[in-house]
């Protein structure tokens, strides 16, 4: 067979942390095979560890991502960057409810949050992923706080940021809420609705104020003067790295699997990206993450 031949391997703990295993798999590895690493979790002796069959979807992910050559960062051998540090990362679009069943939201899929929550856990990160509801499958391998609106959001932020190295809040949080809330469903037959809307609290200005050493990014989409507006927000929110995502070119931004980013660091340091995948994206944002933090990190160790 000449096409790409995968390995999937799936074990106890103690068998794939063996010396002799570790050192066939790297034998495979440095002849061209390819290897998706096992998740964590409860393995079938009842143990938690390293070892479980990743879930489908993530074995379908990387088998395409191998088909259109571009392979997914799943790495053994130095793919552990992240080992020891804990990344917060917020995903979603949160939702401001105006009656029981009606609510203020925003397009936002989740895919850019769960995607660098997937990344970094891959590269060895202690994650915790704060999602609104979104329509993808479950990850496995981290912990996950779910809230619906932007102060549910905030206290979970608040409430984490004390115990983190890394905060990403890749979410897109409602800025505005509904003044009121209707208890009951409100009927077509009652007429005009005018909604009074007051703004939300800014999560990552709230942040900045209880900011130390850890390092903050956070995601900025404009329509216009993109790159002028990310580096205010910068400022404002005083973050170590923002991601300006360009919502003008095709399947980027919202929704798609894809974006076209430009990264601007604290010194106004600015990269423009190409169109990658969202996954791809995830990894270049961890890789100037590590970039940020590795000095400090090491001293901690
Ligand atoms: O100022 P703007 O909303 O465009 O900034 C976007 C960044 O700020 C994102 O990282 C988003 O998660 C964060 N944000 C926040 N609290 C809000 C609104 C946005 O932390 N209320």
């Given at each position: ?39 964590k ?41 992240f080992?020891g540090i804990k990344v917060l990362i917020t995903a979603g ?17 989740g895919?850019?949050g769960y995607?660098l929550a997937e990344a970094a856990r891959?590269?060895g990160a202690d994650v915790k992923l704060i999602t609104t ?5 479950k990850p496995n391998g981290f912990e996950m706080i779910n809230v619906?609106?932007?102060?549910q959001m905030?206290d979970a932020v608040i409430k984490n940021f004390a115990s983190t190295d890394v905060l990403i809040m890749a979410a ?31 999560i990552?200005?709230?942040v ?6 850890e390092i903050t990014v ?84």
């Amino acid at each position: 067979f000449r096409g790409p031949i995968i390995f999937a391997p799936a074990m106890d703990e103690g068998m794939y942390r063996n010396e002799i295993f570790r050192e066939n798999l790297n034998k495979l590895k440095n002849k061209g095979y390819h290897i998706i690493p096992p998740d964590k979790g409860i393995l079938a002796s009842g143990k938690i560890g390293e070892g479980r069959f990743p879930a489908v979807e993530e074995v379908i992910k990387y088998v395409g991502s191998i088909l259109s050559g571009k392979p997914a960062r799943r790495d053994f051998s130095g793919g552990e960057d992240f080992k020891g540090i804990k990344v917060l990362i917020t995903a979603g679009g949160t939702r401001e409810f105006l009656d029981p069943v009606r609510f203020i939201g925003n397009a936002s899929s989740g895919k850019m949050g769960y995607a660098l929550a997937e990344a970094a856990r891959e590269r060895g990160a202690d994650v915790k992923l704060i999602t609104t509801p979104v329509s993808l499958p479950k990850p496995n391998g981290f912990e996950m706080i779910n809230v619906v609106t932007a102060s549910q959001m905030q206290d979970a932020v608040i409430k984490n940021f004390a115990s983190t190295d890394v905060l990403i809040m890749a979410a897109a949080v409602g800025d505005f809420r509904p003044k009121t809330f209707a208890k009951e469903k409100r009927k077509r037959n009652q007429g005009k609705w005018d909604i009074e809307l007051v703004p939300n609290p800014d999560i990552l200005a709230e942040v900045a104020k209880i900011k130390k050493g850890e390092i903050t990014v956070g995601f900025s989409i404009e329509t216009q003067n993109q790159i002028k507006q990310a580096k205010e927000k910068l400022n404002k929110k005083n973050l170590d790295l923002i991601v300006a995502n360009d919502i003008t070119v095709k399947k980027s931004g919202f929704c798609s699997d894809t974006n076209k980013a430009v990264l601007i660091d604290k010194k106004g340091k600015t990269e423009k990206l190409p169109l990658i995948s969202k996954r791809e994206l995830a990894d270049i944002i961890l890789d100037r993450i590590q970039n940020i933090g590795r000095r400090k990190w090491e001293r901690k160790k």
